[in-house]
């Protein structure tokens, strides 16, 4: 079964830090590039970052540019998000979500397939 | 950047509607857009990709269209499963965007 788990999440005070991570399982994890996204309470989605296959192209959300690092360690089937400098606006529930890509009469396609269930993360005093 | 609108952001509809939901983009993004189901308390889960292509497992009552700008979802013949909140996003560039959603509710 294809399986993305989070953890790491927590309660954490302004300004600390928090590292995620994201345990995957019964794909070739080394194969896709994987993505983050968030979800404030009762607030829609945002997406985070994304990390290639080889870790060789990273992108950030403006939101999250300087205070974040995604990673991941391809031997151990796991993400990371390293989370610094937090505050109350970074409370959501983060997920690590797969990206695929599908070849089309039009061109390459992406999208993301596969989602953990998620791990919450408050930043409050 | 680009930015996604949905619309409506809330829709009221009964059981056995049609229903459709559109999301614009701010420029063109050929065919790069994907619809995502979310219920409350789980994860989202992939409708369409490439703007029309139905995931594998996804009911045909689904079906999504258009390209460069404007999208549509839409729902034909709606079944209780289905009220939940839709959103639309663009794997066309980065940073990734997604539409501020569509709560559909009975």
């Known amino acids: 079964e294809v399986q993305l788990v989070e953890s790491g999440g927590g309660l954490v005070q302004p300004g600390g830090s928090l590292r995620l991570s994201c345990a995957a399982s019964g794909f070739t994890f080394s194969s896709y590039a994987m993505n983050w996204v968030r979800q404030a309470p009762g607030k829609g989605l945002e997406w985070v970052s994304l990390i290639s296959t080889t870790s060789s192209s990273i992108y950030y959300a403006d939101s999250v540019k300087g205070r974040f690092t995604i990673s991941r360690d391809n031997a151990k089937n796991s993400l990371y998000l390293q989370m610094n400098s937090l505050s109350a606006e970074d409370t959501a529930v983060y997920y690590c979500a797969r990206e695929n890509i599908v070849a089309t009469m039009t061109g390459y396609h992406y999208f993301t397939d596969v989602w953990g269930k998620g791990t919450t993360v408050t930043v409050s005093s | 950047d680009i930015q996604l609108t949905q619309s409506p952001s809330f829709l009221s509809a009964s059981v056995g509607d049609r229903v459709t939901i559109t999301c614009r983009a701010s420029?063109?993004?050929?065919?790069?857009l994907a619809w995502y189901q979310q219920k409350p308390g789980k994860a989202p889960q992939l409708l369409i990709f490439?703007?029309?292509t139905l995931q594998s497992g996804v009911p045909s009552r689904f079906s999504g269209s258009g390209s460069g700008t404007e999208f549509t979802l839409t729902i034909s013949g709606l079944q209780p499963d289905d009220f939940a909140t839709y959103y639309c996003?663009?794997?066309?560039?980065?940073?990734?965007?997604f539409g501020q959603g569509t709560k559909l509710e009975i």
């Open positions: 490439a703007a029309s």
């Open positions: 420029r063109g993004i050929s065919n790069s």
């Open positions: 996003q663009q794997p066309y560039t980065y940073p990734r965007s």
